[in-house]
């Protein structure tokens, strides 16, 4: 496994957050696999919404919360988004099994929003999307300012000769 490779952004606004999505979705390739962490409201799925803008996919991306998963095809014969919560589940990778994520990976590009301790043996290779917020605030409303510092990680072989820092544009 190649040494990971990291880089830090600071991001200003909701609309920036989308564009770092944006930016994340011009890297991926179908059977990608992209992990995010950060408290409740941190901007998980506002970052996810400018991935989904940049592959070209069907549908509103919205949080998964209630229904674990939602799949985004392509309207441009590019990978689907698969986006999935996976806060309400516990039982780790035995349960995220029942997602047939498996199937999905090699196809797709697949976001899971708190998987982290849960999904990691899908794939050697990953990026690690951590958001982390100065401030207490609820949730990443439009008219919210407050920074957020995202660490984009790649790990494994896919991630070790690519240059990360495109993303801090």
Do not use: C, N
């Not at 606004?13 to 930016?23: A, D, F, N, V, Y």
Request: aromatic share 2%; proline share 4%.
């Amino acid at each position: 496994m190649g040494a990971p490779q990291e880089v830090r952004i600071t991001v200003k606004t909701p609309e920036h957050m989308r564009e770092l999505g944006r930016r994340l979705a011009g890297l991926l390739a179908p059977g990608d696999l992209v992990l995010l962490s950060g408290e409740l409201g941190a901007g998980k799925t506002t970052l996810t919404r400018g991935l989904g803008e940049g592959l070209g996919v069907r549908g509103a991306v919205t949080s998964p919360t209630f229904v674990i998963a939602r799949v985004h095809p392509s309207q441009s014969g590019g990978p689907a988004l698969v986006h999935v919560d996976a806060y309400r589940l516990g039982g780790g990778l035995d349960e995220m099994e029942d997602l047939d994520l498996d199937v999905s990976l090699p196809e797709s590009v697949v976001v899971v929003e708190w998987g982290e301790g849960k999904v990691e043996k899908l794939s050697e290779a990953r990026l690690q999307v951590v958001i982390q917020r100065a401030v207490g605030m609820v949730e990443l409303a439009e008219d919210d300012h407050d920074e957020r510092e995202v660490t984009v990680t790649g790990i494994g072989e896919r991630w070790a000769a690519q240059d990360l820092s495109a993303l801090a544009v």
